[in-house]
Protein backbone atom coordinates (compact mmCIF):
# COMPACT_ATOMS: atom_id res chain seq x y z
CA UNK A 1 0.00 0.00 0.00
CA UNK A 2 1.62 3.60 -1.20
CA UNK A 3 2.05 6.53 1.88
CA UNK A 4 -0.72 8.35 0.03
CA UNK A 5 -3.15 5.61 -0.22
CA UNK A 6 -1.93 5.20 3.68
CA UNK A 7 -2.72 8.39 4.81
CA UNK A 8 -5.81 8.95 2.79
CA UNK A 9 -7.36 5.66 4.80
CA UNK A 10 -5.87 6.79 7.90
CA UNK A 11 -8.18 10.54 7.29
CA UNK A 12 -11.05 8.86 6.30
CA UNK A 13 -11.15 5.98 9.25
CA UNK A 14 -10.39 9.24 11.84
CA UNK A 15 -13.30 10.96 9.84
CA UNK A 16 -15.61 7.86 10.44
CA UNK A 17 -14.47 7.83 14.35
CA UNK A 18 -14.79 11.60 14.96
CA UNK A 19 -18.12 12.25 13.75
CA UNK A 20 -19.21 9.34 15.18
CA UNK A 21 -17.88 9.80 18.90
CA UNK A 22 -18.29 14.05 18.41
CA UNK A 23 -21.65 15.13 16.74
CA UNK A 24 -21.12 18.47 17.33
CA UNK A 25 -20.71 21.09 15.08
CA UNK A 26 -16.80 20.97 13.68
CA UNK A 27 -14.29 23.48 13.35
CA UNK A 28 -14.70 22.89 9.16
CA UNK A 29 -18.18 23.33 9.82
CA UNK A 30 -17.80 26.57 11.50
CA UNK A 31 -15.08 27.74 8.99
CA UNK A 32 -17.77 26.89 6.08
CA UNK A 33 -20.24 28.95 7.49
CA UNK A 34 -18.10 31.85 8.01
CA UNK A 35 -16.95 31.65 4.53
CA UNK A 36 -20.11 31.75 2.87
CA UNK A 37 -21.49 34.89 5.13
CA UNK A 38 -18.19 36.76 4.09
CA UNK A 39 -19.27 35.84 -0.17
CA UNK A 40 -22.32 38.05 1.34
CA UNK A 41 -22.39 41.54 -0.41
CA UNK A 42 -25.43 42.86 2.01
CA UNK A 43 -23.12 42.41 5.07
CA UNK A 44 -19.95 44.22 3.34
CA UNK A 45 -20.91 47.58 4.35
CA UNK A 46 -22.36 47.13 8.36
CA UNK A 47 -20.02 44.08 8.80
CA UNK A 48 -20.99 40.77 10.44
CA UNK A 49 -23.01 40.28 13.69
CA UNK A 50 -22.66 36.64 14.94
CA UNK A 51 -25.04 35.28 17.24
CA UNK A 52 -25.24 31.52 18.15
CA UNK A 53 -28.37 30.59 19.43
CA UNK A 54 -29.05 27.72 21.97
CA UNK A 55 -31.03 26.43 24.31
CA UNK A 56 -29.58 25.80 27.79
CA UNK A 57 -31.89 22.93 28.55
CA UNK A 58 -30.10 20.71 26.78
CA UNK A 59 -26.76 19.65 27.35
CA UNK A 60 -25.85 18.89 23.62
CA UNK A 61 -27.06 22.43 22.70
CA UNK A 62 -24.84 24.33 25.54
CA UNK A 63 -21.84 22.07 24.65
CA UNK A 64 -22.16 22.61 20.74
CA UNK A 65 -22.90 27.01 21.36
CA UNK A 66 -19.85 26.30 23.72
CA UNK A 67 -17.59 25.15 20.63
CA UNK A 68 -19.32 27.44 18.32
CA UNK A 69 -18.28 30.30 20.52
CA UNK A 70 -14.84 29.06 20.88
CA UNK A 71 -14.07 28.54 17.47
CA UNK A 72 -15.49 32.28 16.70
CA UNK A 73 -13.11 33.95 19.31
CA UNK A 74 -10.36 31.74 17.51
CA UNK A 75 -10.89 33.34 14.09
CA UNK A 76 -11.11 36.70 15.98
CA UNK A 77 -15.12 36.93 15.08
CA UNK A 78 -17.01 38.24 17.84
CA UNK A 79 -20.04 36.23 18.67
CA UNK A 80 -23.06 36.48 20.82
CA UNK A 81 -24.26 33.82 22.57
CA UNK A 82 -28.18 33.89 22.86
CA UNK A 83 -30.61 31.86 24.20
CA UNK A 84 -33.61 30.25 22.43
CA UNK A 85 -36.11 32.69 25.23
CA UNK A 86 -34.10 35.69 24.24
CA UNK A 87 -33.60 35.21 20.34
CA UNK A 88 -35.93 37.61 19.47
CA UNK A 89 -33.31 40.52 20.79
CA UNK A 90 -30.29 39.78 18.98
CA UNK A 91 -28.89 42.17 16.08
CA UNK A 92 -26.72 39.63 14.41
CA UNK A 93 -26.72 39.10 10.76
CA UNK A 94 -25.66 35.79 10.55
CA UNK A 95 -27.19 33.39 13.26
CA UNK A 96 -25.74 29.82 14.25
CA UNK A 97 -28.08 27.20 15.95
CA UNK A 98 -26.02 25.51 18.05
CA UNK A 99 -26.71 21.21 17.55
CA UNK A 100 -29.04 20.15 19.80
CA UNK A 101 -32.08 22.32 19.49
CA UNK A 102 -35.38 20.92 18.47
CA UNK A 103 -37.44 21.18 15.27
CA UNK A 104 -39.87 23.43 17.37
CA UNK A 105 -37.17 25.74 18.27
CA UNK A 106 -36.18 25.50 14.58
CA UNK A 107 -39.94 26.95 13.84
CA UNK A 108 -39.13 29.63 16.05
CA UNK A 109 -36.23 30.90 14.75
CA UNK A 110 -37.89 30.67 11.22
CA UNK A 111 -40.56 32.93 12.29
CA UNK A 112 -38.52 35.38 14.11
CA UNK A 113 -36.25 35.65 11.04
CA UNK A 114 -38.43 35.00 7.65
CA UNK A 115 -37.76 37.47 4.95
CA UNK A 116 -34.97 38.95 6.83
CA UNK A 117 -31.76 40.02 5.77
CA UNK A 118 -30.44 37.34 7.88
CA UNK A 119 -28.36 34.31 7.27
CA UNK A 120 -29.87 31.31 9.35
CA UNK A 121 -27.38 28.49 9.54
CA UNK A 122 -27.10 24.94 11.29
CA UNK A 123 -24.88 21.19 10.94
CA UNK A 124 -28.65 20.14 10.88
CA UNK A 125 -29.60 19.72 7.91
CA UNK A 126 -33.37 19.26 8.20
CA UNK A 127 -33.68 22.21 8.88
CA UNK A 128 -32.89 23.55 5.68
CA UNK A 129 -34.72 20.18 4.44
CA UNK A 130 -38.12 21.47 6.57
CA UNK A 131 -37.51 25.56 5.25
CA UNK A 132 -36.10 26.53 8.92
CA UNK A 133 -32.69 27.56 8.15
CA UNK A 134 -31.42 29.42 5.18
CA UNK A 135 -28.12 27.55 5.21
CA UNK A 136 -26.76 23.93 6.40
CA UNK A 137 -23.57 22.67 6.29
CA UNK A 138 -22.41 19.25 6.96
CA UNK A 139 -18.75 18.50 6.60
CA UNK A 140 -18.47 14.98 6.85
CA UNK A 141 -17.12 12.20 4.07
CA UNK A 142 -18.79 14.52 1.54
CA UNK A 143 -19.35 18.81 2.58
CA UNK A 144 -22.86 19.67 2.10
CA UNK A 145 -23.61 23.07 1.73
CA UNK A 146 -27.50 23.19 1.29
CA UNK A 147 -29.61 26.59 1.07
CA UNK A 148 -33.12 27.17 0.79
CA UNK A 149 -34.01 28.63 -2.21
CA UNK A 150 -37.46 30.43 -0.51
CA UNK A 151 -35.68 31.46 2.51
CA UNK A 152 -32.59 32.95 0.60
CA UNK A 153 -35.35 34.35 -1.79
CA UNK A 154 -37.45 35.63 0.77
CA UNK A 155 -33.95 37.34 3.01
CA UNK A 156 -33.27 39.62 -0.35
CA UNK A 157 -29.92 38.89 0.80
CA UNK A 158 -27.23 39.18 -2.23
CA UNK A 159 -23.76 37.38 -2.36
CA UNK A 160 -20.67 36.88 -4.75
CA UNK A 161 -21.24 35.11 -7.69
CA UNK A 162 -18.79 32.08 -6.02
CA UNK A 163 -21.77 31.39 -3.63
CA UNK A 164 -23.77 29.94 -6.38
CA UNK A 165 -21.37 27.29 -6.97
CA UNK A 166 -20.45 26.46 -3.77
CA UNK A 167 -24.02 25.53 -2.03
CA UNK A 168 -26.72 23.43 -3.45
CA UNK A 169 -30.38 25.43 -3.31
CA UNK A 170 -33.27 23.43 -2.61
Given at each position: ?????????????????????????????????????????????????????????????????????????????????????????????????????????????????????I??????L??????????????????????????Y??????????????????
Amino acid sequence: MSMKKLLLSTIALSTVFSANVYAETSSQEFGAINKIASLCQTFKASGLKTAVVFSSSTVKSVNDKNSLIGYAQSSNLNAKEVEMANISSTDANLVILADGLTSEDQAKVKSIFQGKPIITASTDLSCVENGKCMLGVDVGSVVKLLVDSKVYAASGLKFDPAFEFMVKQI
